[in-house]
């Protein structure tokens, strides 16, 4: 028997936690306050841009009658009592306590598979009285398997809370994005320059508008306009309207689906014009771009068919309409530097059943180029089904966040695995990053219209978003082509 704490030693298998240990004597870890960051947090405005302050954002506080020990100490004998009663003999473990989730990891007895476990969620959620279960098994790393269940009082996770973190402070992304936090309560910070693209699905109510309103605030309050622009397209008219006035907008908010395959237009065109700059320069991407020797220039021209990008100087893009080919070397400017785009896409169903044919080769051609010449896709659907996220389409959108969805085949669909069907809603998701094969459940942050609301009132003091006029886009007026 163990008179403390003790998080190195299971207790005695099939023994509860607080029979083996005394009312504290079970390992629950707790997520530390978040450590705010002591320098700013909001870069520095220049004399085009000023950053909205995070006083704008509300913080989120811990509310009352929250979980205690006990009730975790509780929960674990329940757990271990109940895989009992399917003659599973385990032993009690960690708890990690997080904002919304808590996992309560059981060490499995001498010859007890852990398939065995994994197939008794629905009991162990009947038994437990939970709106649902998730099993690791096992974890990753680990000679346990946890069992994730959700907190009779879940702690709401602000998007200010994270904005004012050391880990924001610190992060060192070319475009960073703030998701939640983790199950363990460390904020869920990506590059969504290293992603490169996102796919996101979860059906109604769970949390995928809240989701794509905090990436734009992460952005807009690390980027301004001349480092980053946004496109957006919106077939339901009210979900990114409110955005139009931003100044890092790049065209006004897309609301027609048909309208939707000339903007993928514009952007190849886009993406087309970059490399053929970056080829006039000898660098390989955005970044080598950015921070290159000023007015540098190779004397050679642009190949028809070049292998390092495969793309085509004439052929192609003398098909793309609205689209002007180039004449000849004077034609082509070569801008100090050149802002990321980020194109946003909700809801991607509605235009799979305008033009899809047209939709998914847009799609797929940027996200198979686009990465290196700054073009960055976030994809948004409620319908993940296999005639709207199709094979070709999730193939190249290799970074995915999937909210509750309603059953296996749609978690299949998203992640390539189940456990999204599984969720609690209301902001819980599942994170699957292409460098690695486990799924990290997080909450996301929570960013009310309130609070969109204020941001964008706040930027619209910076002056009205300046619109592309060309396939080339620019820091400065372009020059006049000679004629």
């Not at 704490?5 to 870890?29: V, W, Y």
Request: with cysteine; charged share 25%.
């Amino acid at each position: 028997m163990f008179s403390k704490i003790d998080k190195t030693r299971p207790a005695p298998f099939g023994i509860p936690a607080s029979a083996a240990s005394g009312a504290g004597g079970i390992a629950i870890i707790k997520p530390e306050e978040t450590k705010k960051a002591k320098s700013p947090v909001v870069p520095a405005s220049d004399e085009n841009y000023q950053f909205p302050p995070v006083t704008l954002l509300k913080e989120q506080t811990r509310p009352e009658g929250a979980d205690d020990d006990a009730e975790y100490a509780r929960n674990m004998d329940d757990l271990v009592r109940i895989l009992g009663e399917f003659n599973v003999a385990v032993s009690p473990g960690e708890i990690h306590v997080g904002p919304v989730i808590t996992c309560y990891e059981v060490v499995p007895a001498p010859g007890v598979r852990v398939e065995k476990i994994a197939s008794l969620d629905k009991n162990i959620a009947l038994g437990m009285r939970a709106q649902s279960v998730r099993i690791l098994a096992p974890i990753p790393g680990k000679a346990a398997v946890g069992i994730e269940m959700p907190n009779r009082t879940p702690s709401p996770v602000g998007m200010r809370d994270i904005l004012e973190s050391e880990d924001w402070a610190a992060a060192k992304a070319e475009i960073p994005i703030a998701l939640g936090k983790d199950v363990s309560g460390k904020p869920l910070i990506s590059d969504l320059s290293k992603m490169p693209h996102l796919l996101i699905a979860g059906a109604t109510g769970s949390g995928k508008s809240v989701c794509i309103n905090s990436i734009i605030a992460s952005i807009v309050y690390r980027k301004a306009p001349k480092d980053l622009r946004l496109i957006m397209v919106d077939s339901k008219f009210v979900e990114l309207k409110v955005f139009n006035s931003l100044p890092h907008m790049l065209i006004p908010v897309v609301t027609e689906p048909k309208k939707v395959p000339s903007a993928l237009k514009w952007l190849l065109g886009e993406m087309e014009q970059r490399y053929q700059i970056f080829a006039k320069v000898g660098v390989r991407n955005i970044s080598g771009f950015n921070h290159r020797k000023k007015n540098t220039r190779l004397d050679f021209p642009v190949a028809d068919n070049d292998p390092a990008t495969g793309l085509h100087a004439t052929g192609e893009q003398q098909m793309l309409e609205g689209v002007d080919p180039f004449e000849d070397d004077d034609g082509i400017e070569i801008p100090d530097r050149l802002p990321y785009i980020v194109a946003i896409i909700d809801e991607l169903a509605d235009l799979m059943m305008v033009a899809p044919a047209k939709i998914e080769t847009g799609i797929v051609r940027l996200a198979q180029l686009a990465r290196a010449a700054g073009i960055h896709l976030i994809i948004a659907t409620q319908r993940p089904s296999v005639n709207v996220i199709t094979g070709v389409i999730k193939a190249n959108l290799p970074s995915r966040i999937a909210f509750q969805v309603a059953s296996q085949v749609d978690s299949h669909t998203i992640l390539d695995d189940e456990g999204a069907d599984t969720l609690i809603g209301r902001g819980d998701m599942l994170f699957s990053l292409p460098d690695s094969s486990r799924l990290v459940r997080a909450q996301g942050a929570f960013v009310s219209d309130e609070e969109v609301q204020e941001f964008v009132e706040f930027l619209k003091r910076n002056g009205p978003p300046q619109y592309a006029t060309s396939a080339v886009l620019t820091n400065r007026p372009r020059r006049q082509r000679r004629r």
